[in-house]
């Protein structure tokens, strides 16, 4: 290779490089996962107040739970494959959080973007397999498809049909008390979210 193609090569490296610290936030986002995980972070968007409905057939919005904090994830209950592991996960952190935590300080979320088959009864028995308290971590769906579809684009969350299933993105995500998604954590690593919850929250 002649010095003028040796030159010409290294001048590419250095723009390919250039190019890769720009749009991937200073090499920091290398999926879009981790480019949405960052945005979140930087700009903190509000979640819409939306209508919830549990497994007790109860209503309520995010506004109910002003001054707490929300861990909340996003499942629907026939999911085979993603959304059990999240569960686990998310009963794994509901098991090790402090009864004087749960409901004074924060409130945990699973929610259910199924709204046709996954009825208070279905959530109900979703609620008993993974052992929660119907109170401090409850399962809701949002039966209003348009406030549904504006809380998922909120928080990021993907969500595609293909036949009887969904093709969706998985995590935990953290609400402050100002109503404020703060945080996004991968949803296999539930020991990292209690131990951010203890910075947080003080126990």
């Known amino acids: 290779m002649d010095r003028k193609s040796i030159c010409t090569a290294i001048g590419i490296a250095i723009l390919g490089t250039v190019i890769l610290?720009?749009?991937?936030d200073h090499f920091q986002a290398f999926t879009a996962e981790q480019a949405r995980?960052?945005?979140?972070?930087?700009?903190t968007p509000s979640v819409p107040t939306v209508t919830f409905e549990d497994s007790k057939s109860e209503t309520f919005t995010f506004s109910d739970f002003h001054g707490k904090y929300i861990l909340a994830t996003y499942i629907y209950t026939s999911c085979g494959d993603v959304c059990p592991v999240v569960e686990m996960n998310f009963q794994s952190i509901y098991s090790q959080l402090p009864a004087n935590i749960l409901g004074e300080q924060?409130?945990?979320?699973s929610i259910s973007f199924d709204?046709?088959?996954d009825t208070p009864h279905h959530l109900e028995q979703h609620r008993e397999m993974f052992q929660a308290d119907g109170i401090h971590w409850r399962m809701v769906r949002v039966p209003d498809q348009q406030e549904l579809d504006l809380l998922l684009e909120q928080s990021g969350v993907i969500v595609i049909p293909v036949g009887n299933k969904f093709e969706h993105n998985a995590a935990f995500y953290l609400i402050n008390p100002e109503g404020?998604?703060?945080k996004i954590f991968d949803?296999?690593?539930?020991?990292?979210?209690?131990?951010?919850l203890k910075q947080i929250l003080s126990f």
Do not use: M
């Open 106 to 109: 924060l409130q945990l979320l």
């Open 187 to 196: 949803y296999n690593s539930p020991n990292q979210v209690v131990n951010e």
């Open 115 to 117: 709204t046709v088959r």
């Open 180 to 182: 404020q998604l703060i």
């Open 21 to 24: 610290f720009f749009s991937t």
């Open 37 to 43: 995980r960052i945005d979140v972070l930087t700009n």
